[in-house]
């Protein structure tokens, strides 16, 4: 339970005593507490399941029969396309809540996460032109998921210009969810492109209501590297959202 | 509502009426752009033909966020967006007839010139039938859209942010339109690509006007 402050009048005390513990958090000064205190824990996670990812992906997990050594860059690829849209979803909750219910965390979180979500778009494309190169014979094809991926790209570039264009941190805020809330129809647009159109960009081998269709080691990887980009992106994510608030309210020094 | 709508159409009408040149640019960019691209590639029939609806679709795209800055920033400066937002009407009506005017000023003679582009690539005349159906569906989408950038970005510096946001939010319009033209030519059923611009549009009339309001009201605040 929270402790509360002296002042507050009798009829507020009920109101906060009945809300469960964790909606404190939503108080940028607890908020700031508790992240510096979470940080260390989610870095070092990162850490120790990126290695483990890296020695499963390289040491352990068969070569592909048909794709031979090259498929292993799916350790990254596969995971940075998870987070590039997942990441995108948890940004616009984040600025819808901080429209409707004026959350002072809320747009700050939003912007702690589109830097992260750009970079892992980026890592998507990227290493997706790696390994379409050897596997498709090209760089780069104008297939359905691409394409979305890449304009996925261009919303985050446009959230993220357009809040740092911004000087008044309300209008900022605002502006920036409206910017993420309109483009959220492109994330189900590329989770499905591959059953929509048919396209060269290959199905998904994991779902959650069938059997992996890969070797159980291949899938152990993935695992460990999609957990160590989740632990990456919430410490990265926290340690921006800290910089933000000390930014926003001097007057809390950095815990 | 009804007389102050016509008013508020009939001023944006005159404003256009009297600097003619200011709200043509769009028009002279529409059709310089999409008098480039032979240049460039060559004048070979089969290409063109190939290239030409996608090219209508893109020039229209640009013309229409070129003429953007027009939409809001001159309300701003003579002060008459604060009228709108002290005014008694809702916000999300003035601004949907504002978008209305818009569209009548810059969307609609880049419907109306566009078979005249469509000729210059030699599309088949079924094909310039298409066009223009799915521009006189798909331009005030992409108008409604860029009035969203266009008040988002209201005041700030710099002309390429408003780009940067409107483009990947109008690529379903772009996408959708030219296929219909494309389908067109080969004398496919444009059925679905016309009815999908249509969805496009209601779903833009419903949302934009609405948060574009909201933009503006961060924007004069």
Avoid at chain 1, 82 to 91: D, N
Avoid at chain 1, 141 to 159: K, M, N, P, S
Avoid at chain 1, 210 to 218: C, K, L, Q, R, V
């Amino acid at each position: 339970m929270p402790t509360l402050d002296r002042a507050v009048p009798p009829a507020l005390v009920r109101v906060h005593g009945a809300a469960p513990a964790w909606r404190s958090l939503a108080s940028p000064v607890r908020f700031q507490a508790w992240a510096g205190r979470a940080l260390p824990w989610f870095a070092a996670l990162a850490a120790l399941l990126g290695v483990a990812g890296l020695v499963v992906a390289f040491g352990v997990a068969p070569t592909d029969h048909q794709q031979g050594d090259v498929y292993r860059i799916l350790f990254i690829h596969v995971p940075a396309a998870w987070m590039s849209m997942f990441i995108y979803l948890v940004a616009a909750l984040h600025a819808a809540l901080g429209l409707v219910f004026r959350t002072r965390l809320s747009p700050l979180m939003a912007r702690a996460l589109a830097p992260t979500g750009a970079l892992f778009t980026v890592i998507a494309l990227w290493t997706g032109a790696m390994w379409g190169r050897p596997t498709w014979g090209a760089w780069w094809v104008w297939d359905a998921r691409l394409t979305t991926e890449l304009i996925l790209l261009f919303l985050y570039l446009g959230y993220l210009g357009l809040v740092s264009a911004i000087d008044d941190p309300r209008r900022a805020d605002r502006a920036g969810a409206i910017v993420l809330l309109a483009g959220v129809v492109d994330v189900p647009v590329i989770y499905f492109s591959v059953q929509w159109w048919s396209t060269l960009h290959q199905g998904a081998s994991i779902s959650l209501t069938a059997a992996p269709s890969m070797a159980y080691t291949m899938l152990a990887g993935l695992l460990l590297m999609t957990g160590a980009c989740w632990a990456y992106t919430v410490a990265v994510a926290l340690a921006r959202v800290r910089r933000l608030i000390a930014e926003r309210e001097p007057q809390w020094e950095l815990a | 509502m009804p007389a102050s709508s016509s008013l508020l159409i009939g001023r944006e009408l005159r404003l256009a009426a009297r600097r003619p040149m200011d709200a043509l640019s769009g028009l002279v960019f529409f059709v310089l752009v999409g008098s480039l691209f032979p240049l460039a590639v060559g004048p070979d029939a089969p290409l063109l033909a190939a290239i030409g609806p996608g090219v209508v679709w893109v020039a229209a795209l640009l013309a229409v966020v070129i003429s953007l800055h027009r939409l809001f920033e001159p309300d701003l400066d003579d002060g008459a967006l604060e009228q709108w937002l002290l005014s008694p009407h809702s916000l999300t009506g003035l601004v949907a007839l504002r978008i209305a005017a818009h569209w009548l000023v810059c969307g609609l003679p880049l419907v109306a010139v566009g078979p005249l582009l469509a000729l210059q690539y030699g599309l088949s005349p079924l094909a310039v039938a298409v066009l223009l159906a799915a521009l006189l569906l798909g331009t005030p989408t992409l108008s409604l859209l860029g009035a969203l950038g266009a008040a988002l970005t209201l005041g700030l510096r710099g002309h390429v942010l408003v780009a940067l946001i409107v483009l990947p939010l109008c690529v379903p319009v772009l996408v959708f339109g030219s296929s219909a033209v494309s389908a067109g030519q080969q004398g496919l059923p444009v059925g679905p690509q016309l009815s999908l611009l249509g969805a496009c549009l209601s779903l833009a009339a419903f949302l934009c006007p609405w948060a574009t309001g909201a933009a503006l009201r961060l924007a004069v605040e």
